[in-house]
């Protein structure tokens, strides 16, 4: 039944196709009029008559207007990780936990003390584009789930020699209830 596997194998990469395609419009449908309205909720915070009580309310909307495009930004790099191959290639992983740093520090995160250490190089050899992706992800839920109470902090640490590569991201939040643990990496 060569022939039988041949054609379900067929079957599979057209699903596929039409996966990558229906998430790929989904989000293009669902951004575009969410950047219309980011657009207009920006043009309103421009306006000089704005009550503060109005401000506060245009600020609100558009941190959940941006909260959503980020979700379906997730979810299409979500769609692309399980479709793309592996692409190693040599790039600074300095630069990379900085960059995702500063975009925290952008996103009204800037009472956290961020840092990095590395022990080794910075040039790595790894697939930049997933595993910016991960790091996105769990620096940034640590950034999402800090105390108010505390002094916040987000150390990662990177060991890089010639055989592996470790990365330890350590902060001060919330943390993770102990069931969910077991977890936190399915995704990927």
Known sequence: TQLSMLEKNEELKKINHELDNFVYSVSHDLRSPLLSIKGIVELLLRTEELTPKTSKFLNMALGSVEKLDGTIQEILEYSRNSRLEINKREFNIRELVEGIYEDLAYSG????DFNI????????TNDKSRLNVLLKNIIGNSAKYTREEADSFISTTIKNTQDEL?????????GIAEEYVGQV????
């Open 109 to 112: 995160k800037e009472n956290i």
């Open 117 to 124: 250490q590395i022990d080794g190089s910075d040039i790595v």
């Open 166 to 174: 470790i990365i330890s991201i350590e902060d001060n939040g919330e």
């Open 185 to 188: 990496f399915d995704m990927f």
